[in-house]
T-cell receptor, first 113, second 112 residues
Framework: EAQVTQNPRYLITVTGKKLTVTCSQN?????MSWYRQDPGLGLRQIYY???????DKGDVPEGYKVSRKEKRNFPLILESPSPNQTSLYFC????????????FGPGTRLTVT | GDSVTQMEGPVTLSEEAFLTINCTYT??????LFWYVQYPGEGLQLLLK?????DKGSNKGFEATYRKETTSFHLEKGSVQVSDSAVYFC???????????FGAGTTVTVRA
């Protein structure tokens, strides 16, 4: 089954404790992206990747890191999480960027206390 | 910068009612426009899209027409069902760009 998977689905952590949210896709897509969803703000793009070893900032990259060492994986790293990073996070992939449909993972709900 | 504005919710309707969700955009280039839907507890999925002016996207009884003159991409459905209860997002991307900009989302609840 073609899908985007994220782990963990739910995470509660404390300020400053480094964490990684994994994202994997099995569709051989070139493009992958991370978003955060907050009430009243819709989805905002954090980082995206056009291909292996090629990443770029979205609209809200501060406090986040990404890497794309393999085509199928695109982990999101929070090196020192803060409470304002409490949010619902989505990973997405598409064949390419631009007008191609993006396929979304099920989401990771992160709470930072 | 490029942005999308969609009508605020929540919207509550009865089954078989007509649904319209307004979406307008601001873009520096020639955008592709999308409607994504998020059912409770799930990720987003593409509902429909249009890539050039006057294109009409349609899927599952929903329609939206890309209106360049009014910079709009309003979503419509003639007769909603309870299963259409979801959050609807309008979004755009510029050709050859890799950034997707979303509106704030509109929550739609359909009552039996």
């Amino acid at each position: 089954e073609a899908q985007v998977t994220q782990n963990p689905r739910y995470l509660i952590t404390v300020t400053g404790k480094k964490l990684t949210v994994t994202c994997s896709q099995n569709m051989n897509h070139e493009y992958m992206s991370w978003y955060r969803q907050d009430p009243g703000l819709g989805l905002r793009q954090i980082y995206y990747s056009m291909n292996v070893e090629v990443t770029d900032k979205g609209d809200v990259p501060e406090g986040y890191k990404v890497s794309r060492k393999e085509k199928r994986n695109f982990p999101l790293i929070l090196e020192s999480p803060s409470p304002n990073q409490t949010s619902l996070y989505f990973c997405a992939s598409s064949l390419e960027g631009g007008s191609y449909e993006q396929y979304f993972g099920p989401g990771t709900r992160l709470t930072v206390t | 910068g490029d942005s999308v504005t969609q009508m605020e919710g929540p919207v509550t309707l009865s089954e078989e009612a007509f649904l319209t969700i307004n979406c307008t955009y601001t873009a520096t280039g020639y955008p592709s426009l999308f409607w994504y839907v998020q059912y409770p507890g799930e990720g987003l999925q593409l509902l429909l899209k249009a890539t050039k002016a006057d294109d009409k996207g349609s899927n599952k009884g929903f329609e939206a027409t890309y209106r360049k003159e009014t910079t709009s991409f309003h979503l419509e459905k003639g007769s909603v069902q309870v299963s259409d209860s979801a959050v609807y997002f309008c979004a755009l991307t510029i050709s050859n760009d890799y950034k997707l900009s979303f509106g704030a989302g509109t929550t739609v609840t359909v009552r039996a």
